[in-house]
Nanobody
Framework: QVQLVESGGGLVQAGGSLRLSCAASGRTFSSYAMGWFRQAPGKEREFVARIARNGDLTNYAYSAKGRFTISRDNAKNTVYLQLNSLTPEDTAIYYC????????????????WGQGTQVTVAS
């Protein structure tokens, strides 16, 4: 399995932006589809965005569409999530995850998870 470490979270004012990064260990990063999920206090973990192994396909949750952008750099073993036009409803712990199987938005189908990075949006 691949090891994942997220970074880039923090406190931002509503309307602001953040760029999350997820660094992966190992030489097989390009064999994994990658996803970002988030979990707000008292809520279940939810899908945010995913990207195919070679980066040619992306998919977003409705709440993320038009505001968030997922990308990856396989040479750097890193996946990114650009967060724009943030609102207090985006406050959550953001997790990246790696998937070796069929491309999915289902968290249970992901093999490896990072520890998460906190994003807090102040109104």
């Amino acid at each position: 399995q691949v090891q994942l470490v997220e970074s880039g979270g923090g406190l931002v004012q509503a309307g602001g932006s953040l760029r999350l990064s997820c660094a992966a260990s190992g030489r097989t990063f390009s064999s994994y589809a990658m996803g970002w999920f988030r979990q707000a206090p008292g809520k279940e973990r939810e899908f945010v965005a995913r990207i195919a192994r070679n980066g040619d396909l992306t998919n977003y949750a409705y709440s993320a569409k038009g505001r968030f952008t997922i990308s990856r750099d396989n040479a750097k073993n890193t996946v990114y999530l650009q967060l724009n036009s943030l609102t207090p409803e985006d406050t959550a712990i953001y997790y990246c995850a790696a998937q070796s199987g069929l491309w999915s938005t289902d968290a249970s189908r992901y093999d490896s998870w990072g520890q998460g990075t906190q994003v807090t949006v102040a109104s």
